[in-house]
């Protein structure tokens, strides 16, 4: 059996630099497939590359325009290539329309001395907490099971909440074991932060994701089913803010960071 991560984020190599990829319809989100999974495709098709160096350490991807259910194409251009890394630009279109700009870039596995400074929150096993389900009708959530310790969506009649932290365990809800473009897709896996502040009437799409991965593709293989997953915000304002999250293997590993700048509005009221 093919997992459902892997049937969403196939690619069709049609030349050197363009793969062809297909809407899931277990990936759905609000307007189009989940951000997670559009930026793990996009890896993919760098991943899948023939001139592929090492391994990817850092992505950003740019949300254009939503992407309607069916076939778009990927470009992944490895635009420099040094010793060590690979630099890449990436776009991807439906039809004529641009629906996604991206970069990435590649590297190779070094042994160096290391060091983390972050710390990992003090929380207990998986299974100390019960299975949680955020109450939206959005096919993505049924890929995943999530475990909240702290900080999920305050649903009326609940009171708002001071801050946007939130903490949960995080795994697939078919057995998969961890690589680049799953981490990457569970690097969306938070809800809008500004859920917690203003409500889930609220509108909210991501427009730019940026995803750092700090661990080897055999790190992450070994990293178990559970990740620990902690998100927060900086700043709102302008229809705009910023969430910055971490995610974390059960032994305490920090996996990757993630950022993104997200639109929101707010419901209208009154006539």
Do not use: C
Request: glycine share 8%.
């Amino acid at each position: 059996m093919v997992h459902v991560l892997d049937e969403a984020i196939a690619v069709t190599r049609t030349n050197d630099e363009t793969v062809a990829a297909r809407t899931h319809p277990q990936w759905e989100n609000m307007v189009g497939p989940f951000g997670g999974i559009t930026a793990a495709t996009v890896a993919s098709a760098v991943l899948s590359h023939p001139d592929l160096l090492g391994e990817i350490v850092a992505v950003t991807v740019n949300f254009a325009a939503p992407i309607a259910a069916g076939e778009w194409s990927i470009v992944a251009e490895p635009v420099r290539t040094n010793r060590t890394s690979q630099h890449w630009a990436i776009t991807a279109r439906q039809g004529a329309d641009v629906v996604v700009t991206a970069t990435a870039v590649t590297g190779v596995d070094r042994d160096t001395w290391g060091d983390t400074e972050a710390v990992m929150p003090e929380v207990g096993a998986p299974d100390t907490y019960a299975e949680t389900r955020i109450p939206f009708p959005l096919k993505w959530l049924e890929n995943y099971r999530m475990r909240f310790i702290a900080g999920e969506i305050p649903m009326p009649p609940a009171p708002l909440a001071d801050d946007a932290d939130t903490m949960f365990w995080l795994r697939h809800a078919e057995e998969r074991a961890w690589d680049a473009p799953a981490l990457i897709a569970a690097s969306d896996a938070f809800y809008p932060r500004v859920f917690r502040r203003r409500g889930p009437a609220v509108r909210a799409s991501t427009i730019t994701l940026t995803t750092y991965l700090h661990a080897p593709a055999g790190e992450l293989a070994a990293a178990g089913a559970h990740l620990l997953l902690r998100a927060g915000a900086s700043r709102y304002g302008r229809g705009l803010f910023e969430q910055r999250g971490e995610i974390w293997s059960e032994a305490g590993a920090l996996l990757a960071t993630t950022y993104q700048l997200v639109y929101f509005s707010e419901p209208r009221t009154g006539s």
